[in-house]
């Protein structure tokens, strides 16, 4: 496929470029299957996934829980590896760096996760964390420590007088604004961030998703936002891409795969949201049995809850095409009507 009426595409100012990228885990064997010799499997968590993500723009990736979505961002800076595919960043192949040219390509590209705890150390102050971040990367100039840490915590919403505590002494918000201080602290351009307000509650997540906008609009930072609830996706993506088994089913605009959804996955999803439209009352859209990842099936993934089910779905894997500008469905059957619509 050409890139032509992807999302994400340009000529001139993509900054990440994701083609055929696949990840399998090796699936240990039961003692039964070894004595069997049954042969060794890889649950394939991501499977040819393309896309392009343009200088400033931030693209939202959602999907049930175990569609790929960690897999995915982990890949993009090798906290995953790979096994097929090509991820170029800015022209580099991150398929192919290591040692410094790799530490290099991770303060480009920097991380925040669900869990804070994650990329802060419970032993050191914030304020030490904020400045370590900068050091490394020699981005502090002598006798302005205090300045550095003061400028990163109230760029994220914190007063400096909370430098002095450690990581257990914050609210989980004010702990998630600290690991967002300490990513943005190395100068990126680009954040991935994974469910990072999915372990906080909805009033704190409206902050920590303000200040992601607020953020996006000053610094004009370019950023994959990675959450299993679309509302919030809604808020802060100018492109989402939908995930299901592995597979990218539909990517497009907000306005198109939100407001104007084509494959029936992202259409269930839409309708069963909490908050639904009035018309959308009823019985929740998908029935049928979620495959195994361990033993898909031939054909689309979707097939087994799919209401449009037809002979070709379950025999040949449709392919992610444009169906307009800006907008890929992974669907054989298409466009579908759609009488929902954005809330
Ligand atoms: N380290 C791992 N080893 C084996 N299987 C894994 C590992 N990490 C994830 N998986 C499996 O890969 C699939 C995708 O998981 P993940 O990328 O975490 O999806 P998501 O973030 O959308 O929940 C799931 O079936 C999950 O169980
Ligand atoms: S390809 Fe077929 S089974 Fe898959 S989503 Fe489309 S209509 Fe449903
Ligand atoms: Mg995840």
Not at 207 to 224: A, S, W, Y
Request: net charge positive; hydrophobic share 35%.
């Amino acid at each position: 496929m050409t890139g032509a009426g992807r999302p994400g595409d340009s000529t001139k100012d993509v900054l990440l470029r994701v083609e055929g990228l696949t990840k399998g885990y090796p699936v240990r064997r039961t003692l039964g299957e070894r004595i069997r010799r049954v042969p060794a499997r890889r649950l394939m968590a991501v499977q040819n996934v393309s896309f392009e993500v343009r200088q400033r723009e931030v693209m939202g990736i959602v999907g049930e829980s175990g569609s790929g979505k960690t897999t995915l961002g982990r890949s993009l800076v090798r906290l995953v590896d790979p096994d097929e595919g090509t991820v170029l960043f800015d022209g580099v192949n991150v398929r192919a760096v290591d040692g410094s040219d790799l530490r290099r390509l991770r303060r480009r590209v920097q991380m925040v996760f669900q869990d804070p705890f994650t990329s802060l150390n419970p032993r050191m102050t914030v304020g030490a964390a904020i400045l370590e971040a900068g050091k490394v990367h020699g981005l502090v100039e002598t006798g302005r420590h205090d300045e550095f840490v003061s400028r990163h915590m109230e760029r994220v919403g914190l007063t400096a007088t909370l430098a002095d505590r450690r990581p257990r002494q914050l609210s989980g918000g004010q702990r998630q604004r600290v690991a967002i201080a300490r990513a943005l602290a190395v100068g990126p351009d680009m954040i991935i961030a994974d469910e990072p307000v999915s372990a906080l509650d909805v009033s704190i997540q409206a902050q920590i998703i303000n200040l992601f906008r607020d953020l996006q609009d000053r610094l004009g930072l370019t950023m994959i936002f990675i959450a299993h609830q679309l509302s919030v996706v809604s808020q802060v993506a100018d492109t989402v891409a939908v995930m299901y088994m592995g597979r990218i089913v539909e990517h497009g605009t907000l306005e198109k795969v939100f407001g104007r959804p084509e494959h029936p996955y992202t259409q269930a999803l839409l309708a069963s949201r909490p908050d639904p439209n009035p018309r959308h009352k009823g019985d929740p859209p998908l029935r049928g049995d979620v495959p195994s990842p361990l033993d898909l099936p031939p054909g689309c993934k979707f097939a087994t809850r799919c209401p449009f089910v037809e002979d070709e779905c379950r025999q040949v894997e449709p392919a992610l095409e444009g169906t307009e500008p800006r907008h890929l469905v992974a669907c054989h059957v298409k466009p579908r009507p759609w009488e929902g619509g954005i809330s």
